[in-house]
């Protein structure tokens, strides 16, 4: 199977731009990669969005002048951008492109993430993908895995503190535990600081084939994504519909086994991790599902700062969706480009040392969980 190298990334930053354009925020990040990459013949592009609209991707292409190609948009809601990272690789492994383009933008709606995906009186009710629905999880994983309200602060208290260094973050301050126990509650046991801001971004990855790769080179080793199994009274698919029954495996943790075989690697291969945290409980729960931690280590693990930069195994450096906020189409691949600097030694004072294996993680609508392997040669 032919490998896929990581090219050249790019990102416009992520955060609240009136007057620009979802199709100039996607110009940006896409020229970018593609300056980096060596200005190469694309042969196909393939859009992450879900807000932008008909033929988002082909605006942002004819905006450059670079069309002619097959460019495909594609939906699954956070991991919109995954999905098209994906579909792209394995395009290439498959022999039909050497050269291909992928990119995510958005430029979302103020307030809650709204999604037709889940029926009328479910949102009424709060039960779909919102604050609400967020809180019954959180609330599930503080009685069954030990967590506390004050380990939820501390989870955001930590990826704040890595968003002041990162330049394309939406909010680059520090914050301490008090001042996140004291934003206002949304649902219990969530506080407003405790969960992410939809916004506005673009990021774009250019993949190509690399029958050899040189030293130094990043390889895309795993683009997997996996969707929920029915069942589950919490599943973020179906949230109260369903059977409460903890056998059925989360889209997450069967995303993760696949990238892990598909790239030869395990948990304790990966040197930094890059994982959704729409809430601060989302991320802790992500911690278990992707093997990071063994169920119920959580609280443990965060107190150990073993996730924190400088600990072993790093999470969000980039200050994850807390500091970036989330433009949906682009946040799956926005942590790519943060994953890629990482292993290149390029992230500055987030810089996680001698990084090799990068691993992201992105849930998108509940229905479709993503995990991402990279690995530098």
């Not at 416009?12 to 110009?27: A, C, I, K």
């Not at 080179?217 to 994504?225: D, Y």
């Amino acid at each position: 199977m032919t490998p896929v190298e990581i090219a050249g990334v790019g990102i416009h930053p992520f955060g609240r731009f009136d007057g620009t354009s979802v199709t100039q925020m996607g110009v940006v990040a896409v020229r970018a990669a593609l300056r980096e990459a060596g200005d190469p013949t694309i042969e196909a592009a393939f859009c992450g969005t879900a807000y932008s609209g008909v033929a988002a991707g082909h605006k942002v292409m004819g905006a450059i002048a670079c069309t002619g190609m097959p460019i495909v948009d594609i939906e699954a809601g956070c991991a919109s951008g995954a999905a098209a990272l994906q579909l792209a690789a394995g395009a290439i492994r498959a022999g039909q492109y050497e050269s291909v383009l992928v990119f995510g933008i958005e430029k979302m709606p103020k307030g809650i993430i709204r999604s037709s995906f889940f029926e009328p009186w479910r949102e009424q009710a709060g039960l779909a993908a919102t604050p609400s629905y967020f809180a019954l999880r959180a609330q599930r994983l503080m009685r069954e895995r030990g967590i506390t309200k004050e380990d939820l602060a501390e989870l955001v208290v930590k990826n704040r503190a890595h968003g002041v260094h990162n330049p394309n973050a939406m909010f680059r301050t520090a914050v301490r535990s008090d001042e996140v126990l004291a934003s206002r509650v949304v649902c219990e046991p969530l506080h407003l600081w405790m969960l992410c801001s939809p916004n506005e971004g673009a990021a774009a990855v250019v993949l190509r084939a690399a029958p050899r790769l040189g030293t130094g080179s990043v390889e895309l080793a795993a683009a997997c994504l996996r969707s929920h199994l029915p069942g589950s009274v919490l599943g973020e698919a179906t949230p109260l519909a369903g059977i409460d029954d903890a056998a059925i495996t989360a889209p997450s943790a069967l995303a993760a086994s696949q990238a892990y075989e598909q790239a030869g690697l395990g948990p304790d291969d990966v040197d930094v991790v890059e994982c959704q945290d729409t809430d601060a409980a989302r991320e802790l729960l992500a911690w278990e599902e992707l093997g990071l931690c063994r169920p119920g280590d959580q609280a443990a693990a965060l107190r150990s700062g073993e996730h924190h930069l400088g600990g072993r195994q790093p999470v969000n450096p980039s200050g994850g969706l807390l500091s970036k906020g989330e433009p949906l189409g682009a946040s799956a691949l926005g942590q790519v480009v943060e994953l890629v600097h990482q292993l290149r030694g390029e992230a500055g004072a987030r810089q996680v040392g001698l990084a090799r294996v990068g691993l992201a993680h992105t849930v998108g609508r509940g229905a479709n969980a993503s995990v991402t392997i990279v690995r530098r040669h």
